[in-house]
């Protein structure tokens, strides 16, 4: 069975400080797919990125960066320079093939306050 | 470039009355999925399906029906509302791995 665990319930921070959100996860799959998404106050979700499971090369956009540890079953995500806008739910979720479809597994979200 | 197109955004039903939520992509993505997110919680999969007149049961399927005729659309059927239900409905599609999401039904049953 798949779980992804996001211990971090809720964080604030102030405008400009660097935010990593946790994300751990369990699977015995050994190809599987992961991915963050963010959910902002209008309750849309925003696809973030998506990093499969041969593939630990860290990854920088901009402001944002994960670090994909296989080791440690981690998948983090750090926000550098936080701003007002980043203020959102964050979601961290696995991906598997299982019976011919897609399971993805959805952690239970950080909710991240960005404080002017 | 639509997407996922979901209708209605908000609904308010009583007890007992049904309704039907309508998700359509235009990807032409064999798969499609409903999830539903209670408050301050991750998404719940209510069913999927793999391609257009196959479907199966997702973690939460009770209180819910879904057809898939055509590749495009992926209507969620609620036919006896309970409050247990108001929860915001999300419909996604996907060709392998990643969704895309609809921008989400949110719906109250009084």
């Known amino acids: 069975a798949q779980k992804v665990t996001q211990a971090q319930t809720e964080i604030s921070v102030v405008e400009k400080e660097d935010v990593t959100l946790d994300c751990v996860y369990e699977?015995?799959?050994?190809?599987?797919?992961l991915f963050w998404y963010k959910q902002p106050p209008s309750g849309e979700l925003v696809f973030l990125i998506r990093r499969n499971s041969f593939d630990e090369q860290n990854e920088i956009s901009g402001r944002y960066s994960w670090n994909f540890q296989k080791s440690t079953s981690s998948f983090n995500f750090t926000i550098t320079a936080s701003q007002v806008v980043d203020s959102a739910v964050y979601f961290c979720?696995?991906?598997?093939?299982?019976?011919?479809?897609?399971?993805?597994?959805f952690g239970t979200g950080t909710k991240l306050q960005v404080i002017p | 470039n639509a997407g996922v197109t979901q209708t209605p955004k908000f609904r308010i039903l009583k007890i007992g009355q049904s309704m039907t939520l309508q998700c359509t992509q235009d990807m032409n993505h064999n798969y499609m999925y409903w999830y539903r997110q209670d408050p301050g919680m991750g998404l719940k999969l209510i069913y999927y399906s793999v391609g257009a007149g196959i479907t199966d049961k997702g973690e939460v399927p009770n209180g819910y029906n879904v057809s898939r005729s055509t590749t495009e659309d992926f209507p969620l059927r609620l036919e006896l509302a309970a409050p247990s239900q108001t929860s915001v409905y999300f419909c996604?599609?996907?060709?392998?791995?990643?969704?895309?999401f609809g921008s989400g039904t949110r719906l109250t049953v009084v």
């Open positions: 979720a696995l991906s598997v093939l299982s019976g011919g479809y897609q399971k993805v597994t």
């Open positions: 996604a599609s996907s060709y392998k791995y990643g969704y895309t």
């Open positions: 699977t015995r799959d050994t190809t599987y797919y």
